[in-house]
């Protein structure tokens, strides 16, 4: 079917509507006099569902593509820098005492493209040193409070790599403000009715206000109200719950003890009895809150939980509870209709996954729709990819509580059971039992996570496979223990060499990155 697009219409707002807005009408051109028109609608009185703040480091790239000055943005938004995700009591030592690993973003070193992870297995590195600190300078400077670039570096790139954790609504009005500049056009109306075509498309939304309001291609960043791809098109959200268990959470804001309390460039992943905390750390606040299982707790016991983990301040602040629909659509465009956001799907936010899935519709979106054609293939593609992106997903989230060795509480054991495990998952896992994640495992452009970060979660759960029958299928060991050297030199080089976090975080609140500044030390080869 001939279509064209030269209007688009978003539903929502929020960061996947405004994300969306804003990347659509710079990738697209909308501000140009041949570019298409993008008009996003928004009910004013519809609160935003957000909670999660962390962000994974391919919002680098989508905000460098925007334009965007990278210290307003973080000044905005309350922003400080994310440098992977510390794991306590995931499992358990030994000696029962609850154990921890770091998973930073830097990618591993390598020799010669060989991965150097069986190399740390077989005692190359020397004894003592975790994998992460063994493979790359990240572990020490996110250990010493330190941040991952400096002043003097350029916008959206440094020496270590890094994601963000932000207040995500007011990230929400600095994408706005922003788009609005782009030329999208704001409507605040709420819906009222969604009419249909007989083709089975969308014709047209009813607003309230503003009467009937029509468009080529239709957004849906309803929220898990999922006006547009769920009520009207029908489109049935396939859930997820029989392999993650997660359906619930309350949050907590709280301040910091004192406006310069160290400030941690990492998300702090804590586990409990039926769920896990996620803490982060903002300029002038934390963010804390339990995700938990509603099969294996009660509101009040999970408040309770996180009120004590939280501390003796905790009594002090108000708690939000939420309901999360998790789960995914197979198909997120249908006919005129694509969603983005929590109406295509919603994963447990333990690896922030929201807004790189957000970021990996709007760029799908942008790099295939026609301006004249047929929109099938275009969908068909984007269906293809997003579904590879969810179901991956599933699996690496789902990996963090297969490999736990928690049996205390009917949610581990629960987890542990392999029946709750994805086919996907259990066929990688069997070929793990052997040798360790590579780039073979994973084939596939789409995938949210690379064999590294397998490696990373397996290496830090204690599940790693013993490699000593399999030596002479690695025969570089001098030279893996070599490269591992050099490692803990570029360690001592940034480690001198990068700032304090908590005071590149204020400077950035009068000065902007790529400033002239003394250098105290080269970082030479820190990654």
């Not at 593509?65 to 973080?74: H, K, P, Y």
């Not at 820098?81 to 499992?91: M, R, V």
């Not at 490692?487 to 400033?515: K, N």
Request: include cysteine.
């Amino acid at each position: 079917m001939n279509q064209t697009c030269n209007s688009i219409l978003i539903l929502g707002g929020g960061s996947a509507g405004w994300l969306t807005a804003a990347y659509l009408a710079r990738r697209l051109g909308s501000g140009r006099p041949d570019g298409p028109t993008i008009t996003l609608v928004e009910s004013p009185n519809v609160p935003s569902v957000g909670v999660g703040e962390g962000t994974l480091p391919s919002l680098r790239l989508t905000l460098a593509t925007l334009g965007v000055d990278e210290a307003a943005f973080m000044r905005a938004s309350e922003a400080t820098f994310k440098q992977g995700i510390h794991f306590s009591g995931w499992s358990q030592s030994p000696d029962g005492s609850p154990a921890s690993y770091f998973h930073p973003f830097n990618s591993p070193r390598q020799l010669g493209g060989i991965d150097l992870a069986p190399y740390w297995s077989l005692g190359a590195a020397g004894k003592g040193d975790s994998y992460t600190r063994a493979i790359t300078p990240q572990h020490d400077v996110y250990t010493a409070m330190k941040a991952p670039k400096r002043l003097e570096d350029a916008p959206f790139s440094g020496p270590l790599n890094y994601a963000y954790h932000l207040d995500v609504h007011r990230f929400g009005e600095f994408l706005k403000a922003y788009a609005l500049g782009l030329g999208v056009k704001h409507v605040s109306d709420h819906i009222t009715a969604v009419e249909r075509a007989e083709t089975g498309d969308i014709a047209g939304l009813d607003g309230e206000a503003s009467g009937r309001l029509t468009a080529d291609l239709y957004v849906d960043c309803s929220g898990f109200k999922a006006r547009l791809i769920g009520d009207a098109l029908g489109e049935p959200l396939v859930p997820v719950g029989d392999s993650l268990f997660c359906d619930r959470a309350v949050a907590i804001q709280v301040p910091w003890e004192r406006p310069d309390a160290p400030l941690p460039s990492a998300t702090i992943s804590t586990a409990h009895e039926a769920g896990w905390t996620w803490d982060i750390g903002l300029r002038q606040r934390r963010g804390v809150g339990y995700v938990w299982s509603s099969a294996h707790s009660d509101a009040d016991a999970a408040e309770t939980i996180l009120r004590r983990y939280v501390g003796q301040d905790a009594d002090d602040h108000p708690v939000r509870h939420l309901t999360m629909t998790t789960g995914f659509r197979r198909r997120q465009w249908v006919g005129n209709c694509v969603a983005v956001g929590l109406s295509a799907g919603f994963l447990e936010p333990l690896e922030s996954t929201g807004i790189l899935l957000i970021e990996a519709a709007a760029h799908l979106i942008a790099d295939n729709l026609p301006r004249r054609g047929d929109f099938a293939p275009a969908a068909r593609h984007f269906n293809s990819a997003m579904g590879q992106r969810f179901t991956c997903a599933v699996d690496f989230l789902k990996l963090h509580y297969a490999l736990s060795n928690r049996r205390d509480t009917a949610f581990w054991r629960d987890n542990a059971d392999p029946a709750s495990w994805p086919l996907s998952l259990r066929d990688k896992l069997d070929r793990w039992q052997v040798r360790l994640p590579n780039a073979h495992d994973l084939d596939s452009a789409h995938d949210s996570f690379r064999h590294i970060n397998y490696a990373y979660v397996l290496i830090g759960m204690g599940a790693a496979p013993d490699l000593a029958g399999d030596r002479a299928r690695y025969p570089f060991m001098s030279e893996a223990s070599a490269e591992f050297a050099r490692i803990q030199d570029a360690t001592g080089r940034a480690m001198a060499a990068l700032p304090d976090h908590r005071t590149l975080v204020e400077s950035l609140q009068t000065h902007r990155f790529g400033a002239a500044a003394p250098r105290t030390a080269s970082m030479g080869g820190a990654r």
